[in-house]
């Protein structure tokens, strides 16, 4: 197996990076190309689908040629992708009827509000383990089909897109379905990304009825849903293609749980948080979908082929790693990694809190009119003490969750595997031990979400024999302990929740 590899497209909400491994878990090629965010109203985010096929393409391509990898060496392709961003495209053509809506895009608050005056939150969350949120694909797809301008492929066709979609003219997807429909050409889904659809009933692992007709979203737009790892394969690339060689699509996970199983949390209790655009702390809990009643979600974790499922509760933040590119907006960072000097230079925040509720608040607070707030400036702050309440706020924001997550589990986490770009820093992740009073244990290969889309790939096509050959490869980089005292930590996170109550419900008076 020296000579033979496995790919990990991963598609995330800024831009699409390709990464082969060997069967030991170690990156072989790695590229990656940025894609355009396109903002067209105050809080609606969007990318264009075609751009984000064609620089797949291209980090494909350059990441083999660069590590002078041949595609027919590759065993199989797995796919990660940044969940809940949707895309409804004409079948025969395949070009999106519109952009893709980003799971940031917040225009569909109105309806959700609509479902909360309707009394149907819980009803949602019985069937999905979601909380109602513009989050999520169902509104966004319902706003597609109400709003979009109709794609005039031929004048004898309707204009009308549900009538298109219910006529099997339209497909839509996350996506994974997206790239596998662009890879293979077919339209499917795995599970872990039908769950964030809110369309999904996790329990009854089908879609769901009722939801379809809430939404108004007809059947025959949606893809097939298969395990995360499937043994039958989505497809495989066409020989004639760009790629120049058949190879399997066998594995495919939304990119939290991807991480998950890259972190090989494959056992009830396992937990993991990652640090990205926003962070997203999961906890395994085996086969039973534990009901979150502290604000958290119920999401399926992963299936392996011919097994049942693994759910797993979710705590989704919207805001940490973007909070520090918004530092970089305003120029008081140049770099990321300006940020933990700054925030070193200084003992404490002096008092100041900052709530990067940019785009509304997730878990366990989801407030969509929440919106950023600092609080206790004085005329002796200086951008130390900004920049140092920004890393403060990723690691209360990242408490807040794991308090739910232990109420709602009954489990306490005694290490947390952490991974993504912002654990690099040092200071971070020293301030979260702290702020947790938790051991936070930082792998060697921090790209767990592509890693954990290869494993479930190289799984399904025997590349690897068992979760036991993934277990063996994690390796510890560093771990890091509390050292801050508790009554310490405890004080200044309960001013954090006093900062979090100002800013919620802030929207309203825009």
Not at 376 to 396: D, N
């Amino acid at each position: 197996m020296t000579d033979t590899y496995i790919g990990s497209i991963d598609q995330g909400t800024t831009g699409t990076r390709f990464i082969v491994f060997d069967h030991d878990g170690n990156v072989v090629a790695n590229a990656y190309e940025k894609h355009e965010q396109i903002y067209p109203n105050p809080g609606w985010v969007e990318h264009d689908p075609l751009e984000i096929w064609e620089n797949t393409q291209d980090v494909v391509v350059r990441g083999l040629d660069d590590a002078g990898i041949e595609a027919t060496q590759l065993e199989a392709l797995g796919i990660t992708n940044q969940r809940e961003t949707t895309i409804v495209w004409d079948a025969e053509s395949g070009r999106p009827v519109c952009n893709a809506l980003v799971w940031q895009d917040r225009r569909t608050t109105d309806r959700v509000e609509e479902l909360e005056a309707a009394d149907k939150i819980e009803w949602i969350r019985e069937k999905t383990g979601l909380e109602a949120d513009a989050y999520f694909s169902a509104t966004k797809t319902e706003w597609i089909l109400d709003n979009a301008d109709p794609l005039k492929m031929q004048h004898a066709r309707s204009d009308d897109l549900r009538e298109r979609a219910e006529d099997g003219e339209l497909m839509m997807g996350t996506i994974d379905t997206w790239l596998i429909y662009n890879l293979t050409g077919n339209h499917i889904t795995d599970v872990t990304n039908a769950s964030r659809t809110m369309l999904y009933n996790i329990r009854d692992l089908e879609w769901d009825e009722e939801l379809l007709a809430e939404f108004d979203v007809p059947a025959e737009m949606l893809p097939e849903v298969r395990p995360s790892s499937d043994e039958n394969l989505y497809g495989r690339t066409d020989p004639d293609g760009f790629l120049g060689a058949s190879v399997p699509v066998a594995g495919a996970l939304g990119d939290q749980q991807a991480a998950l199983f890259g972190q090989t949390c494959f056992d009830e209790g396992d937990a993991k948080n990652t640090y990205g655009t926003g962070s997203f702390y999961l906890m395994n809990t085996g086969t039973d979908a534990v009901k979150s009643d502290h604000g958290l979600l119920t999401t399926i974790g992963f299936q392996l082929s011919g097994e049942p499922v693994q759910y797993a509760l979710e705590g989704s933040i919207f805001i940490t790693g973007a909070a520090i590119e918004w530092l970089e907006d305003v120029d008081l960072i140049n770099n990321a990694a300006q940020t933990a000097e700054l925030a070193r230079s200084v003992d404490s925040t002096d008092g100041v809190y900052l709530v990067p509720a940019f785009t509304g608040l997730g878990a366990p607070h989801w407030d969509g009119r929440a919106r950023g707030t600092v609080v206790g400036i004085t005329r002796g702050t200086r951008k130390e003490h900004l920049v140092r309440a920004t890393l403060e706020s990723i690691a209360f924001q990242t408490r807040d969750v794991a308090e739910a997550m232990e109420a709602d589990s009954g489990i306490e986490t005694k290490s947390l595997r952490v991974d993504g770009g912002a654990v690099k820093n040092e200071f971070l992740c020293q301030l979260q031990a702290d702020v947790l009073q938790t051991e936070i244990a930082r792998p060697v290969v921090d790209e767990t979400t592509a890693l954990g889309s290869a494993y479930a790939a190289g799984l399904a096509v025997g590349y690897w024999d068992n979760i036991d050959d993934l277990r063996a490869n994690w390796q510890m980089d560093r771990e890091f302990e509390p050292e801050m005292a508790s009554e310490t930590v405890d004080e200044r996170y309960g001013r954090w929740d006093d900062a979090v109550q100002r800013s919620l419900d802030w929207a309203r008076s825009e």
